[in-house]
């Protein structure tokens, strides 16, 4: 591969997100990685090096986002890893995790092999995929994690569907534990969810909808927890949606167990409210919670109970979101606008710009044993150019995923990505005007 010109970013507030350091400096990359990290007014310049003025803006590492769909192979009329990584660098993500639950599933080494191969030939952001935990996600018999984990995979889940059977995440856990392999599962049991389609409550009751109680998520992430404190095993709960489940999270870190957990940016920004006049784009799963649960998440993000923050990308076709809500798809974008909407919290004064950019780059990075997510020497220069303040309305019919059912549609939201750098390469600048 040809080398790549140095580019010295200079002028910039640079926001470190794996030490919380911030003031104002300059990066030098080189041949894919940062070469060079000045603080204060000195540039990091090399020669013949090309030289980006920041102008003041935010230079961080890029977002790695641990749990997006992005369609291939199966779904591409939902996603593809074009379109999916194209949005992607529009929001910032220089890292994304796809999820298992394709067509087939990626519980095969050659599957990983198939992907790897189209990432390199139509991303242009780094795509890393999530192995099933089970094979066909059946929840009956769990996958070779060493033959996957030796392909490429990161870490193991069945996408959207829960491992129901605690046998079978026993012996999950137990063999996964022999390879320190990372378990995510989606917490919520079928069967206590049941018929529901939002949140249950007094709004639910209104709205005459059948609600999803809060015990669908804690009942499967106390099982998981007990499992994992019985067997050693790394766990993530994947996604949280509620004060009680910040406990079980808390309590089980005051243990010393290796328990972490994430929460989806709808959910920490929105809540059983935006549902509205039955508004589809809204239908998530987890649901949005009452605004106490979204306050107690905000809050545990803030204190670090909360690990990390992911997008939930679950692009839908639009005959599956244009029906009754009871009967459209759980599923939203949110893979673009995660860090403008995340920045609400910051504008809020409810945390700090390098506290929420930990959740979003260097503690995800640090669960998959990934380099990025810091800005160090010998880093990866997977970077972005933040304007935090600049002011856009959300247009779906711009959004470079190629569904538009995002929930955030014609929201004002702040913070633009002005330009994203994946090894080195600009991949991303925004369009001018």
């Known amino acids: 591969m040809a080398e790549t010109q140095d580019i010295a970013i200079v002028n910039a507030r640079l926001v470190d997100p794996a030490t919380g350091r911030e ?10 990685a940062i070469a060079a990290v000045e603080r204060g007014a000195a540039p990091a310049t090399g020669e013949n090096a090309r030289r980006i003025d920041a102008k003041g803006l935010v230079l961080t590492p890029g977002l790695v986002d641990l749990r997006a769909f992005l369609g291939e192979p199966g779904a591409e009329f939902r996603e593809t890893l074009g379109t999916g990584s194209h949005a992607a660098a529009a929001g910032g993500v220089t890292t994304v995790v796809c999820r298992p639950d394709t067509d087939p599933p990626i519980d095969d080494p050659a599957i990983i092999d198939f992907l790897k191969r189209r990432a390199r030939d139509k991303a242009i952001v780094n795509v890393l995929p999530c192995a099933a935990l089970t094979k066909g996600l059946h929840g009956k018999e769990i996958t070779e994690f060493g033959l996957l984990l030796e392909a490429g995979a990161v870490a193991f889940c069945d996408g959207a569907r829960a491992l129901r059977n605690p046998q079978v995440m026993r012996r999950a856990m137990i063999y996964a534990r022999n390879f320190d392999a990372l378990i995510m599962n989606h917490v919520e049991d079928p069967e206590l969810r049941g018929s529901g389609v939002m949140n249950e409550g007094e709004f639910a009751s209104r709205k005459g909808l059948p609600g999803i109680p809060l015990e669908a998520e804690t009942v499967m992430l106390e099982r ?16 949280i949606s509620c004060a009680e ?34 508004r589809t784009f809204c239908k998530v799963s987890p649901p949005l919670r009452h605004e106490d649960d979204r306050l107690a998440l905000v809050a545990a993000l803030a204190e670090g109970v909360i690990d990390v923050v992911v997008s939930d990308h679950d692009p839908q ?26 920045l609400r919290l910051v504008q809020a004064g409810q ?9 979003l780059s260097a503690r995800p990075a640090g669960l998959l044993g990934l380099g990025c997510g810091q800005l160090g020497i010998g880093a990866p220069a997977d970077l972005i150019l933040l304007d935090p303040e600049a002011p856009y309305v959300v247009d779906k019919r711009k959004l470079k995923s190629r569904a538009k059912n995002s929930p955030f549609d014609e929201a004002r939201l702040e913070g633009i990505v002005q330009t994203t750098f994946v090894g080195g390469r600009v991949v991303y600048e925004v369009e001018p005007g």
């Open 317 to 342: 076709d639009v005959e599956t979101k244009r029906q009754p809500f009871a009967e459209a798809a759980d599923g939203a974008l949110g893979i673009e606008t995660m860090l403008s909407a995340s």
């Open 224 to 239: 998981d927890i007990r499992l994992a404190r019985a067997t050693g095993a790394r766990y993530h709960a994947a996604m």
């Open 23 to 32: 003031g104002r400096g300059s990066v030098l990359l080189r041949d894919g």
């Open 351 to 359: 945390i700090g710009l390098p506290q929420l950019l930990a959740a």
């Open 245 to 278: 489940s910040v406990e079980l999270v808390r309590r089980a870190k005051q243990d010393g167990l290796r328990i972490t957990c994430g929460v989806s940016i709808n959910n920490l920004t929105l809540n059983e409210n935006d549902v509205g006049e039955y």
